[in-house]
């Protein structure tokens, strides 16, 4: 046993000399070098006995590098949080980790350390960066797109703006502005047409991350792609803040606040204390913080809530492991899912999607997310609903955060209860994130309301998969031929013609207006409007086909007077009904 170790083990083994620093985690290699490269550096500081980890996606996991101090003894660590913006992570799914490894060693202690913040080490490094990209030009000719990793906690977003305003000031650049990769706006490319608008023609797009990864790289592939979109800027990406001698004595600078005691959490601005606008649902709720795929304890079913040293608290995270949330994908369109919906998926292990759902989401995946089809195809090929729950139990009993991405809103027409029904029987959490769904989306974006102040009161949405006399069905046609009010017809493309007989035979009048609404939300979209007695044989003889959407009364009349709906986005995915 070396000297050194004896030093450790010895007398100072049970002080807070013992440093853990806690990564997230990433898929890149490149990533995980960098951050083994910097533990190093730390070690080699001589500030005692120093260990690092990851909560997921990256080996070695945080439950092997505090079971390696506390095999040598130490009892009470220093734990650091390698995080730039103390959203989820630092203030939910580190701590709840670090809970676990005092279950696991009886009698372990520790104080954790404020995450890293915007600080001037920082700014120096990130200035240093962007000088590198300019490689000699003229500051005040550059402007400089700040690009952070995003999340859903605003105090967290609010603070790569507040590093963009520190790094404009006294530094000479022409402007500094902030932006996202993920989960928050603006984007990269609306950053960069922002500036493009102001009259920036040299650009450094600097990313506020600390090591390789996807969405760094995402980044990159992003700027080049604007950049090639517009070839009178000069468009550069600086290098990550990586493994160098500001961050290290950050870190250093941080482990000497943590064992003098003098840790100040900022929590004036913390969604799950404060009532901030748009977030109040935030305020107390209680945090689940998701568990590491690596560490024995993965998918156990429980979480532990008591505050670590430090008075930090838990915050919430996407989705725990071993956990399905059934999510509502939205009408079609890639940018109407939910903001809780993306970040679900931004989470996922595994992502079980229909053929209904946004399919231009799948590819902003991560990569390796298992994906699993479960189409069901008109007249077509058809994954079983029973194929399905048990997809959805297997994944989430191994350990995986499993996301059932469904078109729509899941409960209508979804069949989302049914797997909603089918993971609580075994035994598996379950989270439902309700859609927009295409009953009322659908005629919006044909400039059509279902409701009008003098027109609809009221409006029924009601499935079309089957036909009007057929024994299965539920629906009372006669009822809702006397109703005055909007009705929206589903999965109704081969049924509009008797559907509208019968609303005839029970006196709905002949020319009550009706708008068929195909492929609602893509630059293909189109739209036909037909009296009710002759729907059926307009809808046939301009070959309206699923998926469509037909809306029943007064209020279509309104669509010449109500102006043009927005246009969908070229690239975007057509509206769809819950299939």
């Excluded at 006995?49 to 909560?55: L, P, R, W």
């Excluded at 060693?105 to 490094?125: D, E, F, S, V």
């Excluded at 300019?134 to 906690?153: K, P, Q």
């Excluded at 304890?297 to 995270?317: D, K, M, N």
């Amino acid at each position: 046993m070396s000297e050194r170790t004896d030093r450790m083990v010895g007398p100072g083994a049970g002080g807070a000399g013992a440093l853990v620093i806690v990564g997230h985690g990433t898929r890149s290699a490149a990533g995980v070098a960098q951050f083994a490269a910097l533990v190093e550096r730390i070690r080699r500081a001589g500030v005692g006995d120093v260990e690092g980890g990851f909560i997921e996606l990256s080996r070695p996991p945080l439950t092997d590098a505090v079971g390696a101090l506390a095999a040598r003894g130490h009892r009470s660590l220093v734990a650091l949080p390698l995080v730039l913006t103390a959203a989820g992570h630092g203030k939910g799914d580190i701590p709840a980790a670090l809970a676990r490894e005092q279950q696991r060693h009886p009698g372990l202690r520790y104080a954790y350390g404020r995450p890293l913040g915007p600080h001037p080490l920082l700014h120096t490094a990130l200035e240093e960066r962007i000088d590198a990209a300019l490689a000699g030009d003229d500051r005040a000719g550059t402007w400089v797109a700040l690009i952070g990793r995003g999340s859903t906690d605003p105090d967290a977003n609010a603070e790569v703006a507040k590093v963009a305003r520190l790094l404009w000031e006294g530094r000479g650049y022409a402007g500094v502005e902030p932006g996202f990769i993920s989960l928050a706006e603006p984007s990269v490319p609306d950053v960069l047409d922002r500036l493009r608008r102001l009259g920036a023609r040299r650009i450094v797009v600097a990313p506020y991350f600390l090591f390789a990864g996807v969405l760094p790289d995402r980044i990159v592939a992003q700027s080049r792609a604007y950049a090639a979109a517009h070839p009178e800027l000069d468009v550069r990406v600086a290098d990550l803040i990586g493994d160098c001698d500001a961050l290290a004595d950050l870190i250093l600078e941080r482990h000497a606040e943590a064992v003098r005691g003098d840790i100040r959490m900022n929590c004036d601005t913390c969604a799950y204390r404060v009532l901030m606008p748009g977030f109040a649902d935030k305020v107390g709720r209680p945090q689940t913080p998701h568990d590491h795929p690596d560490d024995p304890a993965g998918g156990h079913g429980h979480h532990h809530h008591a505050h670590p040293v430090g008075g930090h608290h838990h915050h919430e995270p996407p989705l725990p492991a071993g956990h399905v949330a059934v999510v509502g994908g939205g009408p079609g369109p890639d940018d109407l899912i939910t903001v809780r919906g993306r970040a679900l998926l931004d989470a996922a292990d595994v992502v079980v999607v229909d053929r209904l759902a946004p399919q231009g989401l799948l590819a902003a995946l991560r990569p390796g997310v298992i994906v699993v089809d479960a189409a069901k195809v008109p007249r077509g090929p058809s994954v079983g609903q029973d194929a399905i729950n048990a997809a959805l139990v297997t994944h989430a009993r191994a350990g995986r955060r499993v996301v059932r991405l469904k078109g729509g809103d899941p409960y209508v027409f979804g069949r989302g209860h049914e797997e909603v029904q089918a993971c609580t029987a075994a035994g598996v959490p379950v989270t439902v994130v309700p859609g927009v769904s295409s009953a009322t989306a659908a005629a919006a974006l044909a400039g059509v309301p279902v409701t009008h102040r003098g027109v609809a009161h009221e409006f029924t949405v009601v499935s079309g998969h089957l036909p009007p006399g057929h024994p299965d069905s539920l629906v009372d046609w006669a009822a809702l031929a006397r109703a005055r009010g909007t009705l929206v017809l589903l999965m109704a493309v081969d049924t509009v013609d008797a559907i509208a007989a019968v609303l005839l035979a029970h006196g709905r009048a002949p020319d009550t207006p009706v708008l068929a609404v195909q492929d609602a939300g893509l630059p293909g979209q189109r739209s036909l409007a037909a009296r009710l007695d002759e729907i059926g044989a307009v809808a046939g003889g301009s070959g309206v086909g699923p998926p469509a959407v037909f809306v029943v009364g007064p209020v279509v009349a309104l669509t010449d007077t109500s102006g043009p709906p927005a246009a969908p986005r070229e690239g975007q995915r057509s509206a769809r009904a819950s299939a």
